[in-house]
């Protein structure tokens, strides 16, 4: 008997709906409101003027906030609703609520409400609430409120009286002490709605505006100061504020704040300088945000003390959703935005940035699987499993998309345009445009290295709702953390925890001094079987919400908490020593000593220091201004930024080291001779004449052994093309003083390496040139030649083992088989690595390495990584913190063929999802070069969800070439006894692509270590930015340290070379970059 | 008997097939072709074309439909010899009858059906069309219908060798920001540059699009004595004046009457993007 697969699938969703009364994950279940007593529902009345299509906002939804507003030991919680009056429901313990609503007087009186936030605002130790309102626009009334406790659960509306009652554009606000005086101060975070005026420069945001900037007000006493413009609080008329965090980022004692801000402009990273004053650093510390920044979340998730940040986007998994939603700027537009409106890099999805403690932060959203959660309002970590791990809730949904392709189409035409705009006629039609997104919540577990599991249907269940403000809090005050959801048009959702005694938790409840009476900014260091756990009391977090002040740990097994350090807002700290788990402890100031908090700093001794002058090597590389994407536009990256070549060695006959930099197209190379004290520049007409060329790889070396160096340089750049004389390498002379251009080999490809050794033992040296590709026609195989040399001419060896060996990058001469003669080992892009065994000059074809590695190599060293004795080799390649996807199961695969017959060759590069293949590029880019699929598709919803095989016709499929990618993890290839298997790196060294790798004993320790550094630009905004990768030193298997703890940063910047110079028998390591100035480290050695 | 029978229904049969076909008049207005080019616009402004592109849509069906009208009115001159590269229309075989006007429209309809994207929507008033035409004449319907589509496929031919197939894929306009003194896109739409290979399409009337040569405008400079900051001022000035004295000024009016900008940005809602429009 068989069972019919849909009847399965039926049957549990039957099953599923009918337990819809109290829905069951494993790890949370949700309570009816017919338990609960929690009926509050957030009910949107939609009319004819006001709906999303006339205020951008209209679904951001609600607050909601939970705290004990009574003192009898249970959380009780409030909602503010746009629309319908705010609630407040008592606990009454058992999850059974009473609504006070009218007892206590907080209703509120404002036409639209948004985020609510408890807090002690007069310092009396009761919780007040202060509920932001939306006014001044589409009608809305009244002012922002704050009910303040009046200690018999009644409350009275005190905004005016302090201060705060704004009628502006408020969705939040935080209370936090920055200016240190011990009472709490706050931060209102407003938003911008589009007008002519909200675009331009991002120098808008200088000019404060009333209505959308956001204010910081300190706390007088009695009344609230508005200090925004002396403690440089931008309030443009293009912020739109929607998430808001704070914490002490940078852990000098004093709160920060991070903002997240929608649409183009930035977000806001304000480092408090400790005298009232802040400093936005965001462009500093952060490559790249969130572009359409949501709600946010501050936690430590790697142990290491310091807070890590999550802001949310609104990036779909669905490729359903994806294919026929609006995303990222094209490539010349985010170009423009960065460069000429002084804005930074945004990318349309979730953005989690781990600190690298007081650097610039680690970028993982894509490699930790938290990047696409669709349209995302509140991210909230916490343990909520309790195993010593910070879990994720993301809570989601719209009622209407109105970044739906089709639906902007639409209302794009100035018919519809002219209609909307003049009467309220096309509306309905235009609303019913829009499809619905009630996307399900999602749940992460966390685990080590950085990685997230989704565990949405599993730990809860799949829900239909449209969740937006959350907040946390212990509802049961059974240890483990709850949520609660204010859902639009649906009755508010609680999550209840079932942990219960399955894992072991702690929770600290803070009694502080003066009226910061719940110690808002108290952080606790927890220290448990060696692993430590950090966290920071502010409750204002996710969206629109704020969460119980409480600190919760989870501890899995740990019964015994060996120390926590608590830091108390004004810089002391006590220690907790020996705390059983599974309770609640309440903690007061005692017995306290002055924290330091420069401990919390890197031990290590840097070992790179800064150059001040670079040693008198000021080569600024500037990448000329070609586009690949405007010409072939489906690539999967570009091919045009592979430079500069560097080359060291004596150019001027002194003996000493010289350095040779290329120049990118059109712009003359540059090459520093090394004199007594430093390095200056130096001209040799002949070399400089030649800057046509796009130099990207350089070799200095005598090659017709006449005691003087020669140099070789390798040709590039993708924009020149067929048998353009520009792709030829060059090849000069030294004789006397003067550089004399002679001949290779003709080769008309896009060279990327050049690997001379003497292979056939001659005694004059010999040429590997790896061709990396054609331009024109990415996808093709270049030849990669060896060249022979005879007293300095080269000559083409036709190596047959060399015939399609693929898109190479990097090759190195090594005895890999330990028979005494190097052999050669080449990677590239869409290959393998590749062993050519060299026996007397003749290269074969080895079989050693462990199949399906074909990745997306860049970089090679020999290392002998595992410490057994023999030779492993190190792989740079693309990382995992991308949007490609690669496996033996299922490779990346890109088509190649001239699909479109125009007898010019296209690529589509596909991924695997849930066993079918899906072009990366969506139908505008598709089209911008595949024209007939216009009429294939002539609606993004007819489009959306198709796979390859239905986009293109079977017979085109079948003709086109299809190259592979198993493998995008950097990592090595461990060498046992001769055959190579691959072993991956850890996540840290992951996050983008390494670029270059360099062996040597940095540290003068008397082993060698290896030198990693990478990051990439070269790819559509809709990738991203490779740019948080400050490089890292590799000392062992497990040994990796991070640059930033080195004295190294070098994020935000793309390597290419790393090099050792010798300037007077001081080490210095010299950092080759693409588009900027090279850097120069001296080694600190012992 | 029975073989009697068989012949009779045969007879019967043949006989009833033979039904006299209707053999009414076609009559085709102005009106219909009005229609036709109707759908076309709504069509492109549902497909979205840039204006550049939508005068070639209209220009290719509506010199087929011309061709045919001119082969049977001499009246009219034939453009075979006048436009780029068009040769003589075929002539309809003698054998059958042709309405004239109603191939123009089959002609019509057909070369506009190639052109747009959404072909169902041209194909739904193409079948209407069709039932109404053949219940009136099967015979004349027919025999014109393949006349305008013989048409519509000669057009056709001397439309693809008119180089806009190679265009499309041509490169994008590469912008340089570094440089002042060339176009740039601007905020909020950040529109890209529109047909920047519109000039190597074949031209219909002139020799090619480099014929007339405007004058070069005055070289970029911002020295307040330079001819261009000169005139820039002056659009400048006389654009703050109208913006001041609002959308009635007659300057307005004429702008508005020569706006054929693709693209407006639409900051209404939630809505910010560069959306496309068109005026045909």
Redo the contacts between chains.
Sequence with gaps: MHFNYTNICLCLALLIVTACGDQQGSLFSNPPASETGITFKNTLTETNDL????????YNGGGVAIGDIDNDGLPDIFFSGNQVKNKLYRNKGNLQFEDISKTAGIEGNSTWNTGSVMGDINGDGLLDIYVCAVVGINGFNGYNELFLNNGDGSFTESAAKYGLDFDSYSSNAAFLDFDMDGDLDMYLLNHAV???E???KADLRLKRNYQTGDKLFRNDGDKFTDVSEAAGIYGGVNGYGLGLAVSDFNQDGYPDIYVGND??EDDYYYLNNGDGTFTESSKQFFGHTSRFSMGNDVADINHDGWPDLISLDMLPQDENVLKSS?GD??V??Q???T???GYGYQFTRNMLNINQQNSTYLETALMSGVAATDWSWSALFGDYDQDGEQDLFISNGIPKR??DLDF??F?????I?NK??NTKLMDQQALDKMPTGNIHNYVFKGSEDLMFKDESGKWISKDTLVSGATAMGDLDNDGDLDLVTNNLNGTAALYINKTNNKSNYLKLKIQYKDKNTFGLGTKAFSYAKGKLQYKELYTVRGFQASSEPIIHFGYGEITQVDSIKVVWPDGSYQTLRDVATNQTVIVNPENTAKFDYTSLLPHQKPIFEKTENNLGINFNHIED???D???Q?LIPYQISDRGPATAIGDLNHDGKDDVFFGGSKYIPSQIYVQNDSAFAPFHIPQIAKDSIKEDVAAVISDFNSDGKNDLIIGAGGGDFYNKMTALLDSYYIQKNSEFDPANLPESFQNTSVIAPFDFDEDGDLDLFIGGQSISNDFGKMPQSVLLTNNNGTFSNKNEDALSDLGMVTDAIWTDFDSDGTKDLIVIGEWMSPTFFKNTKGQLSKVDVVQKDLNGLWQSIVPFDIDHDGDTDYLLGNWGTNTKFKASAEHPMKMYYGDF?E?R?TETITTIEKEGKYYPIEGLDGLT??L?FL??KF?TYASFAGSSIEQILDKDVLEKAEILKVQELRSGYLKNENGSYSFVPFHNKLQVSPIMTMLSYDFDSDGKEEVLAAGNYFGVKPYHGRFDSFGGALIKGENNVILSAQIGLDLSQKSVRHLNILDLKGEKHLLVTLNNASTQVYRLNRK | MNKIITALLSLIFAISCKAPQKEEPITITPEDLDASINQVTDIMIHDIFSPPVASRIFAYPNIAAYEIVAMADENYTSLAGQLNGLTAIPSPSTIDTVNYDLAAMVAHMELSKRLIFSEDRMEMLRDSLYTIWEGKNPVLFTSSKEYGLQVADHIAAWMKEDNYAQTRTMPKFTVDADDETRWQPTPPAYMDGIEPHWNKIRTFVIDSAAQFKPIPPPAFSLEKDSPFFKELKEVYDISNRITEEGDTSEEIQIAQFWDCNPYVSVTRGHLMFATKKITP
């Design positions: 709906n999303i299509l006339d205020y951008l906002y209209f589009h007008t002519q909200s675009f331009g649409f183009h609006e700027d094209n010349q537009t170009r423009l935005r460069e000429r409106y109105p970044n902007i189409n209302v794009s035409s100035e018919q345009q909307m705009n201004n070609y586009t994407f405007n010409r536009k479109d125009n010019q911008s070069q024209v216009k009429k002539n």
